[in-house]
């Protein structure tokens, strides 16, 4: 594929410059086409990144020309590729899904601060995974959470989605101040702010109270983030009474992409040594992933608005990547990486089918909404292919990412984990199951009004394009896995490839 | 043959087809579905007449060498059997009209040749959650609120065996390093265990047990098979057990501590089927006790014996399918198959009743098919010196006989007249009652057409002196049974024929014995579910308590409690970083 080093600026110049474009036309179908357009030349872009980076290459951009320590660095190696090229196509796909779905949920004349948000929370997602700065990192973070408080607080219920987006604001504002803190402390024990050269200078100064400290913040700062258990609670609000496009969108990349902040900054940044050796992060990690995947299952069994039931399950899901990110081991986080893949995927498909439902019904309630298999038989086999992928049913991509899951607790020797694993899944096929029973077995009040009809097509097509990956990474799981595991031993690996190639400013 | 068939077509792309077609056919065409449901299993089974032994379709998943095809004399077996019972059941459900259930079906017959044709434990997993998934459409179907509660708990048990499949599986496959399906060596001595993969062997055996009923993992059976629509039974009652019968034959032949199992299992059920009353109910009992037949045979292992377990299989699903349609028949036209409502039928249905008396008398009677098969099993544990097993076989073969057997046909088509008269079983109904009746009769005189495609080379006559003796020795008995109860003119009338006859003089014998037994079994029984049940809902309603959207972990925290929680981890995390 053609690529050029240019290309990873372009990824965040072009939505940066997008958006404005979209509030200065006011058009709400201009402003569509505009961000389709961009986010259509981002994911061929990417897609070029990735295959780049994938033949083995670390693509390392100076930005203005600015060299390293001084400048900001773009550092792109297998991990970062992967989830761009997967936050530009899942933004992509709901971006054409949010067209429909935007008419009923918000007031025409807001169409294209929508649209404009949109670009910004996806320029700063983007910036997120393509900077080797760790102050760069900070800044990207508060691009696109406050574009994402905004996107959220556009949601049709608005009174409840004004409060939602303004606790995710106080949470997300704190979290990231503890981010900023922690790479302040970093800042000051190592006098530099490119990731690569703090990796190479932390050894020397490890033991200093500075570090530790700085250590527990962005740990911290990434808790909220990611949504961990016990600090989740920002989460199903923010994702029940958001646009249900904004929903599919961020249930499939934000936490993903606080997921990576993580993974670079605790394995590449500090080192797998450092973090799970000197200092316990395993042993912070698993007993919290563990409640976590445990308690939101039982939780979500018990949710009566499906977009709630699919939040927990998503905090679910971030303690499975958790507990496998705890591992510490190349297998471990190979399962974290595949099911950080996979889990995007699922949880935007489930999240935009439950959109389509939110289109024609009116509402997600599960009660309301007996045998609409009849009326939406295409939306309902997308969520119950999606939902089996949730429980991990063989032949979808869900069975892979488990399958991996337990697999790596097993070769660590952690026979109970894996033992937790299958159980908690038993419990997502009860919250699934009982969605599924619903739709196909119940009949009712919904049944009546046969008048409604399956979704557009547009709304459709997005829809079935994200089954039809799901499925297919499912039987030929490889791909994913290749991914995964090059990324896996590249953050694992990186630290000493590294050490030559920055030059020494002090 | 040509390059065309040098990789044999996996049965299962048949059965998807046909499947999907059914799934997107106008809904106007119901006809063509119930066709659909009927030509796929002569299809697959014309395409699979063309195979040959061996392996194929090797593929790699995970990293892991696996096989989709691995033919040989036992699983072809098997693989007969399924489309046999998918072609009968398919005409007797040839007049439902219902796509969910006839997709659900055919899926589910193709899940269950998946599985028998897995060269790997990875591909066995994969079709066992395939056949759990697609078996429970079978019980939904019913779309009552019994049957919904009932595939639950199935769904529940079925997804459990499976589960413990694959964590069995991964560890072996972790040890042995490659997952391929082998013989396993079961470590009976539960107290010398220590190394993970004798806990994976005892997994995946609990798996199977699961799957086929071993005691105390039966509840299912009796609890699931009631529930099916009258046509889902049929495919349900033919396929599930069996794939695990194989999957025992295929792993666990020779494992001494089935034939225990199997004897337990073929006796035990029997209380349960003489008081239940729910007609198919006793039939889903006497299923366990005949599947404890086949389990013996395994546990002893030797060829001839596997082939007694296999060839019971067949028959059994033969037989005992034909006693399910007639009772499914008699739940279509009535409306339940409560034994107590029931009586008189043969004069409105005398069809469905003959043939339920040739399924009944399939069981063990001579000249019928279930003889031939058992005679095998029956001979094979003396032959390996279980004389007490063997009696106690030979006891429960007469107390199945007794307790479903005459049961099940006495109530319902004879013993006093409820006045119901309906009309006779619908004709796609009779005929698939006729395909089974007919191949009973003919697999019982002339054994050596079922022989000749038994997995292991035989060289057996049912009909020998040995045999002849046993069978003898039964007939005496019911003459004995007979004669006796006509001198004390406790014979109630003639109309009644022998069976009520046994029936009763079996009561009269260890009347209080008997009763108390019952008594106490299903007492037992009832505090147990009720107990268990009582527990499982106080788990649920606290977890409930603290998990409602508007309970604590349901509901949104103010912002305090939210800062709450992060001080807590805050601590959490200074604490582990500053204990170094």
Same mark, same amino acid.
């Given at each position: 594929m053609l690529f050029n080093n240019h290309f990873s600026v372009l990824l965040i110049v072009l939505p940066l410059m997008a958006a404005p474009i979209c509030v200065i036309l006011r058009n709400p179908k201009a402003s569509w086409l505009v961000a389709l357009i961009s986010n259509l030349i981002i994911v061929l872009l990417s897609l070029s990144l990735l295959s780049h980076v994938l033949n083995g290459n670390v693509v390392r951009y100076e930005l203005g020309g600015w060299a390293a320590p001084t400048g900001i660095e773009y550092y792109i190696d297998g991990i970062n590729a992967v989830l761009i090229s997967i936050v530009s196509i899942i933004s992509l796909v709901t971006l054409i899904y949010s067209k429909q779905s935007i008419r009923k949920e918000i007031a025409t004349p807001r169409h294209y601060l929508f649209y404009a948000g949109w670009l910004l929370c996806l320029t700063g997602l983007l910036g997120i995974l393509i900077t080797g700065d760790a102050f760069n990192v900070f800044v990207f973070l508060e691009i696109s959470s406050l574009s994402m408080y905004m996107l959220i607080a556009l949601g049709s219920e608005r009174r409840q989605a004004l409060v939602a987006s303004f606790r995710y604001l106080i949470l997300g504002s704190i979290g990231a101040s503890f981010i900023l803190l922690g790479i302040g402390f970093l800042y000051a024990a190592t006098g530099t702010l490119n990731m690569s050269d703090i990796a190479e200078r932390l050894p020397l100064v490890n033991n200093s109270r500075t570090v530790i400290v700085g250590f527990s913040f962005i740990t911290i700062g990434l808790f909220i983030k990611t949504a961990m258990f016990p600090v989740f609670s920002w989460l199903p609000n923010a994702y029940q009474f958001a646009p249900s496009a904004v929903s599919a969108f961020l249930a499939g990349t934000a936490t993903k992409v606080s997921l990576y902040i993580f993974l670079r900054f605790f394995y590449h940044i500090f080192g797998t040594d450092y973090s799970f050796g000197n200092l316990l992060l395993g042993d912070v990690l698993l007993p919290l992933a563990v409640i976590g995947f445990f308690v939101m299952s039982v939780v979500a069994i018990f949710q009566t608005d499906i977009r709630r039931v699919l939040a927990y399950s998503s905090i679910a899901q971030i303690g499975y990547i958790f507990a496998a990110i705890s591992m510490a081991t190349e297998q471990g986080l190979t399962a974290g990486i595949i099911h950080i893949i996979n889990h995007a995927f699922i949880k935007t498909a489930l999240f935009i089918s439950v959109g389509c439902i939110l289109y024609r019904y009116g509402t997600a309630n599960i009660n309301q909404l007996n045998g609409i298999i009849k009326t939406m038989p295409w939306t309902c086999a997308a969520f119950i292919v999606a939902g089996f992928s949730l429980i991990g049913v063989p032949l979808t991509a869900g069975f892979v990412s488990k399958w991996y899951l337990v697999s790596a607790a097993i070769d660590s020797g952690w026979w109970l984990i894996a033992v937790m694993i299958l159980t908690s899944s038993l419990m997502a096929i009860i919250y699934i199951g009982r969605i599924v029973e619903v739709f196909c077995f119940k009949t009712g009040d919904a049944t009546n009004s046969l008048k409604v009809k399956e979704a557009p097509f547009s709304m459709l097509l997005p829809l079935w394009f994200l089954i039809i990956v799901s499925v297919y990474t499912g039987i030929n799981g490889d791909v994913v896995v290749d991914m995964a595991k090059f990324s896996a031993t590249q953050l694992l690996d990186s630290l000493p490839s590294l050490s030559n190639s920055i030059g020494n400013p002090l | 043959m040509s390059e065309l068939f040098s990789t044999p077509i996996h049965p299962l792309i048949f059965f998807l087809l046909g499947a999907i077609l059914i799934a997107v056919l106008p809904a106007t065409k119901d006809k063509i579905a119930s066709i659909i449901t009927v030509i796929i299993p002569v299809v697959s089974f014309i395409s699979l007449l063309q195979w040959q032994q061996g392996s194929f379709g090797f593929y790699q998943l995970l990293g892991l060498e696996l096989t989709l095809l691995k033919i040989d004399g036992l699983s072809l077996l098997f693989a007969y059997l399924f489309h046999l019972a998918a072609f009968i059941a398919g005409i007797y459900a040839f007049h439902i009209n219902d796509r969910l259930q006839q997709a659900a079906s055919l899926l589910y017959v193709g899940s269950a040749l998946g599985a028998v044709f897995a060269g790997d434990w990875i591909t066995l997993f994969i079709f066992w959650e395939l056949l759990a998934l697609t078996s429970v459409m079978l019980i939904l179907s019913r779309r009552t609120q019994a049957s919904y509660r009932s595939s639950i708990r199935y769904f529940i048990i079925q997804v459990l065996s499976g589960v413990l499949l694959f964590s069995g599986a991964l560890m072996i496959a972790h040890q042995a390093g490659t997952p391929s399906i082998t013989a396993l060596v079961l470590n009976t001595d539960i107290l010398s265990i220590n190394t993970g993969y004798d806990v994976a062997i005892w997994l995946i055996f609990i798996a199977y047990g699961i799957k086929c009923g071993f005691p105390l993992f039966h509840s299912w059976v009796a609890d699931a098979y009631p529930q099916a629509t009258p046509t889902g039974a049929i495919f349900l009652i033919s396929i599930t057990t069996k794939v695990a019968i194989y999957a025992l034959a295929r792993s666990f032949a020779g494992t001494d501590f089935l034939v225990t199992i199997g004897l337990v299992m073929s006796c035990f059920p029997i209380i349960f089927a003489i008081i239940e009353n729910d007609l198919r109910r006793v039939l889903a009992y006497s299923i366990i006790s005949q599947i404890g037949f086949m389990i013996c045979a395994i546990g002893i292992g030797t060829e001839m014996a596997i082939n007694g377990a296999v060839a019971t299989a067949f028959n059994h699903v033969i037989y005992k399918s034909l006693l399910m349609m007639s009772m499914g028949a008699v739940l279509l036209r /009535?409306?339940? /198959?409560?034994g107590s409502h029931l009586g008189g039928l043969y004069k409105s249905m005398p069809k469905t009743a003959i043939f339920s008396i040739i399924g009944a008398l399939s069981?063990?009677?001579?000249?019928?098919?279930?003889f031939v098969s058992k005679a095998i099993i029956m001979s094979e544990m003396l032959k390996a010196g279980h004389i007490i097993g063997w009696l106690l076989l030979l006891a429960a073969a007469a107390g199945v006989f007794l307790a479903s057997g005459i049961k099940a046909p006495y109530f319902a088509f004879f013993a006093k007249d409820s006045g119901l008269r309906v009309k006779e079983a619908p004709t796609n109904m009779l005929f698939a009652m006729t395909i089974a009746a007919v191949l009973c009769l003919v697999i019982g005189i002339f054994p050596s057409t079922l022989y000749s495609i038994l997995p292991y080379p035989i060289d057996y006559s049912p009909y020998d002196v040995t045999h002849v003796v046993t069978q003898l020795q039964l007939l005496f008995f019911s003459t004995f049974a007979f004669v006796w109860l006509s001198r004390k003119n406790w014979y109630p009338s003639e109309l009644r024929s022998t069976n009520l006859d046994i029936d009763w003089f079996y009561r009269k014998l260890f009347p209080k014995a008997w009763m108390k037994v019952c008594q106490f079994s299903h007492l037992s029984h009832q505090c147990f579910v009720l107990l268990s049940t009582k527990v499982l809902n106080n788990v649920v309603m606290s977890l409930a308590k603290y998990s409602r959207p508007d309970a604590l972990l349901g509901r949104a925290w103010s912002i305090n409690g939210m800062l709450l929680s992060l001080l807590c981890v805050l601590l959490f995390v200074l604490f582990f970083n500053y204990s170094q």
């Open positions: - | /009535v409306g339940h /198959v409560d069981i063990s009677t001579p000249l019928f098919a279930g």
